[in-house]
């Protein structure tokens, strides 16, 4: 298996986890999908830390963010395939 830069837990996730120590921008990463074993690639956009987050596809204001197959949050502004999505980007729906 190729060097994974990144875990997605469950197929329908919409971003993933950085598990190096960070991406560079414009760098190639490999995504590891623990549900079935399968390997994918995005291009991250940004430098992104290690425990963060990448969007796997573009997401829109308003959209659902799914991790572990599980709503964690809505989006507050725009993200593009392969930005980086945390606290500047993303809420909880709680509040």
């Known amino acids: 298996m190729p060097q ?5 837990h469950d197929e329908k ?3 993933a986890v950085v598990v190096i ?3 560079s921008k414009n760098q190639e990463c490999v995504g590891w999908v ?5 390997t994918i690639k995005v291009k991250s956009i940004n430098e992104i830390p290690l425990g963060h987050k990448i969007a796997l ?11 572990y197959g599980h ?6 502004k ?5 930005e980086h999505v945390h606290v500047h ?7």
């Open 4 to 8: 994974t830069d990144l875990i997605i």
């Open 21 to 23: 120590e960070k991406t």
């Open 78 to 82: 725009s993200i593009k395939k392969g």
């Open 57 to 67: 596809q573009d997401l829109k204001e308003g959209d659902t963010i799914l991790k």
């Open 13 to 15: 996730d919409n971003v």
């Open 71 to 76: 709503d964690i949050g809505k989006v507050v």
């Open 89 to 95: 980007n993303v809420k909880t729906k709680k509040w």
């Open 34 to 38: 623990m549900e079935n074993d399968k």
